[in-house]
């Protein structure tokens, strides 16, 4: 009995953390930036809201290459808060491309994937 007891106050107490943590929802996880001239900078931005009840943090963002700088919020974003995180692609080898912006937040343990995709040309 003791155990049923247990089992369930701990699942009430992950319920009860669920429910206070930082929610984000992406207003969109796919760019798609059409044709970009080779050896010049496309700058892009993903734009987010915390749906949750606590501050959210972005703990690291990342681009999949070299061609792409990341720049993202540094200060926790308030419940119900907008922001982005933004990014310049530059490429000069000419070709179709899909890259992706691995971001890991306090919302989670798991990361997500944001993808801008296009065609440079020369």
Known sequence: MKKVSLIIMLGIAVAALAAISPSITWKTTLLDLGEVKAGISQDIAFEFTN???????????????????????????????????????????????????????????????????????L
């Open 51 to 121: 749906n949750g009840d606590q501050p959210l943090t972005i703990l690291e963002a990342k681009g999949s290459c070299g061609c792409t700088n990341v720049k993202f919020p540094k200060e926790a974003i308030s419940p119900g808060e907008t922001a982005s995180i933004t990014a310049t692609f530059l490429s000069k080898k000419e070709g179709v491309f899909k890259k992706n912006i691995k971001i890991k937040t306090s919302s989670s343990e798991e990361y997500t994937y944001l993808f801008f995709k296009g065609e440079v040309v």
